[in-house]
């Protein structure tokens, strides 16, 4: 049953653009709550780290520039999308992330992404809150971990606004201009495997200088 929905989750992200027009026609103009709500999950809530707030993006982006979606209503709807959510995962991390950390038995908070987003913050400071937007998992941990830290709400909130219109205006556009280039429709799966591949890059390069440094520093 779990391996069906991961399976069921791998479909959804690949073929994002053509699961997006099928809800579209199912549910008309509530599709734009739809994406809102899911952008507004994977940041918010810690335990949702897998949805494909970037891939989703896109898509949106490349159905609105053939007139199936406003394209200034995703422009303006998404990134208050991303600051709610990244707003209440800070509240979440302030007020209860210490207990959900210390819990033994959590099966949905891993102590691996919670180490991978602090060592970021030792490395970036604020700044972590806009660099994470851009990096999946990293992305949904940032604000949770600011909340644990105390970081002042006033300065949270001036890393969260930012990165929240960088992130979600950056991947409209870009879907907006060049999701409906011939080669990139007929090979769309492909082209999402790549944006997914791309935002991982950072994650992989800070784990091999740390793993290299931790190996220098033994040697």
Known sequence: MKGDAVLQLIDFILHIDVHLGAMMADYGVWIYAIIFLLVVLETGLVVTPFLPGDSMLFAAGSLAAVGHMD?????????????????????????????????????FIKKKHIDDTQKFFVKHGGKTIIIARFMPFVRTFA?????????????????????????????????????????????????????????????????????????????
């Open 71 to 107: 394209f200034w209503l995703l422009l303006l709807l998404m990134p208050l999308a991303a600051v709610i959510g990244d707003a209440s995962n800070y509240m979440i991390g302030k007020f209860f992330g210490t207990k959900l950390i210390e819990r033994d038995n959590n099966r």
């Open 143 to 219: 604000p949770f971990i600011a909340g644990v830290g105390h970081m002042s709400y006033k300065r949270f909130a001036s890393f969260n606004i930012a990165g929240g219109f960088l992130w979600t205006w950056l991947f409209l556009i870009v879907g907006y201009y060049f999701g409906n280039i011939p080669f990139i429709k007929k090979n769309f799966s492909l082209t999402i495997l790549v944006v997914i591949l791309i935002s991982l890059v950072p994650i992989v390069v800070t784990a091999l200088r740390n793993h290299y440094g931790k190996t220098a520093g033994q040697a």
